[in-house]
């Protein structure tokens, strides 16, 4: 039993897939921004383990550089998003993208 | 000499890799849970967990800094900007208890007991000592150095994400929110003729 680049990616995989699902199926602005927010996540997590494990382990800081750079930009874009968000909600007193969805 | 060097081995460690797996799963579980579920607080709480969870997976395959970047930095502003939507969006304004009352006391009194907690954690295990030192010595070079463009770039994108968002929030409110109205069809005098 191990753990290596294989599992990482898989599971990053399957929270990237988790983002992708709440972005397409989900008409709620929040749950969308959360799903953005999985899919930074997914992407940062594969640097790291292509850092950690895979060839780019001879560069081992750049994984973990562009992993906290994703970060920072997957902060600004909640921030931006979630004050959508509060725009939306003044406007139709729900979260929904969706006029009739909700 | 080779051109590329041999590859690092997985993680065999017995006790590593069951954390491995166990953070793994709950972290894919969060995030689904944080996405199905239907309620605004519990959605995001999971969304904080989750959080936690990848700052969990970053301390057994990522350098310390990362880890503590994620905990400190990502998940609490991410938590923070979540509860000031809802803040916002369920007017928690301000509370209706008075500041001395028993239920303020307690809560202070928890507070400064996890707060006492987490000091004596820090005290034992030397976290900013680790942080600081546990760095690679070339992380910075690379940060500085390879990546000034990028380093550049997220100054300016974070910068306009604070400004945007700062700008959007203070827009005066439009009045009251629409509403729709259910359709009522007109009524017409019976024979036609005219209302007084």
């Known amino acids: 039993m191990s753990a290596g680049l294989v599992l990482i ?6 929270l990237f897939a988790v983002g992708a699902f709440a972005l397409v199926v989900r008409r709620s602005a929040v749950v969308m921004l959360l799903g953005t927010q999985f899919m930074f996540m997914a992407g940062g997590i594969a640097f790291v383990a292509f850092a950690r494990f895979g060839l780019g ?3 081992a800081t750049a994984g973990a550089a562009v992993a906290l750079f994703a970060g920072a930009t997957a902060v600004a874009e909640l921030a931006i998003g979630l004050a959508m968000a509060v725009l939306i909600y003044r406007e ?4 929904g993208v969706d006029a009739e969805r909700g | 000499m080779p051109l590329i060097g041999a590859l690092p081995q997985p993680i065999t460690s017995a006790p590593v890799v069951l954390f491995i797996y166990l953070v793994l799963i709950l972290m894919v579980g969060s995030a689904l849970a944080s996405v199905l579920l239907r309620n605004t607080l519990y959605a995001i709480g999971a ?3 989750s959080m936690v969870l990848v700052a969990l997976l970053y301390l057994t395959i990522a350098p310390f800094l990362l880890f503590a970047f994620q905990l400190l930095v990502f998940t609490t502003v991410s938590a923070g900007l979540l509860l000031g939507l809802l803040r916002e969006t369920t007017r928690l304004k301000s509370s209706s ?3 001395l009352s028993r239920e303020w006391i307690i809560g202070a009194a928890v507070s400064a007991a996890v707060l006492a907690l987490l000091e004596v954690i820090i005290g034992v295990t030397y976290w900013p000592v680790r942080i600081c030192c546990s760095v690679p010595p070339d992380f910075w070079a690379t940060v500085t150095g390879a990546y000034v463009v990028g380093l550049a770039v ?3 994108l974070v910068a306009s994400a604070a400004l945007g968002a700062g700008l959007m929030l203070s827009m005066p409110r439009g009045g009251q929110p629409r509403r729709v109205e259910p359709h009522v069809p007109e009524r017409r005098p019976r024979g036609g003729g005219r209302q007084p």
């Open chain 2, 47 to 49: 969304f904080s967990a």
């Open chain 1, 9 to 14: 990616l898989v599971a990053s995989a399957a």
């Open chain 1, 57 to 59: 382990a001879l560069h």
């Open chain 2, 154 to 156: 997220l100054a300016v």
């Open chain 1, 92 to 95: 139709q007193r729900n979260f």
């Open chain 2, 97 to 99: 208890l008075g500041p």
